[in-house]
């Protein structure tokens, strides 16, 4: 799914990540979109907690950033846990 078929929560989570995406090709881009709707839009019943870390972990390298400077805030509102 791309990142215009996404939620608006999820838009403005990954909007929100202290990163340049610009400087990323279409297929680096593309792998960084996979991996936070695998990572930040999957739920621990559609895939195992280390899938979900898997993905979480090539997002923050692939978007340049550590874990700490993720919007986990907008991304619990977004999932609906907030």
């Known amino acids: ?4 078929d ?6 403005d ?10 400087g990323l090709s279409d297929e680096e881009l593309d792998w960084a979109e996979y991996t936070f709707e695998l990572g ?3 739920y621990s ?3 195992s907690p280390a899938e ?3 993905a979480r972990d090539e997002f923050f390298e692939a ?19 907030d």
């Open 63 to 81: 978007a340049g950033i550590e874990a700490d400077q993720f919007d986990w805030e907008g991304w619990r509102e977004a999932m609906g846990y």
């Open 6 to 11: 996404w939620m608006p929560e999820f838009q």
């Open 45 to 47: 019943n559609e895939l």
């Open 13 to 22: 989570v990954w909007d929100n990540t202290p990163a340049d995406f610009s």
């Open 52 to 54: 979900i870390q898997y």
């Open 40 to 42: 930040f839009m999957t």
């Open 1 to 4: 799914m791309a990142y215009s």
